[in-house]
């Protein structure tokens, strides 16, 4: 059974689902339904996705006075953000991003690559990333 709730904040819909191994994942999707987020492991038990898809800004994110969004995972001290980029299997440049814990597990990625930097960054900052 697949749940789904939109932030009023970030405007995306966060949809909870079970995969083929019958484990919890969520996915964000943006106003022209494109998935712009997702988890990147499943979870046993619907509570710890849901933790994991709120430290991402599903139901916490709030803007600060400049307009940004920021969400727990916005905070340094615990989570770090990576933007980068690669060569795809055609040797184009590609840009993507994921947030790491201080466990050191990725608690979300882009769910796609972009050509160019600045879209991977705005997309990032729907999840909470504050810097440039």
């Known amino acids: 059974m697949a749940t789904s709730t939109k932030d009023p904040v970030t405007g995306l819909a ?4 079970r ?3 019958t484990l919890w994942r969520w996915r964000a999707e943006a106003a022209n339904n494109r998935i712009v987020g997702a988890s990147t492991q499943g979870y046993h038990n619907y509570s ?3 933790a994991n898809a709120a430290t991402l800004g599903n139901g916490t994110a709030q803007r600060d006075q400049y307009g940004h969004i920021i969400t727990p995972a916005s905070h340094p001290s615990l ?3 990576t933007v980068y980029e690669k060569h795809d299997a055609y040797r184009k440049l590609e840009h ?3 947030v790491v814990a201080k466990n050191g597990n990725i608690i979300g990625a882009s769910s796609e690559a972009y050509t ?3 879209h991977c960054v705005e997309n990032a900052r729907l999840f909470g990333y504050i810097g440039t």
């Open 79 to 81: 989570y770090t953000w």
């Open 48 to 50: 710890d996705c849901f």
């Open 96 to 98: 993507r991003w994921h």
């Open 19 to 21: 995969d083929s191994a």
């Open 14 to 17: 966060w949809e909870f689902y």
């Open 116 to 118: 160019h930097r600045i």
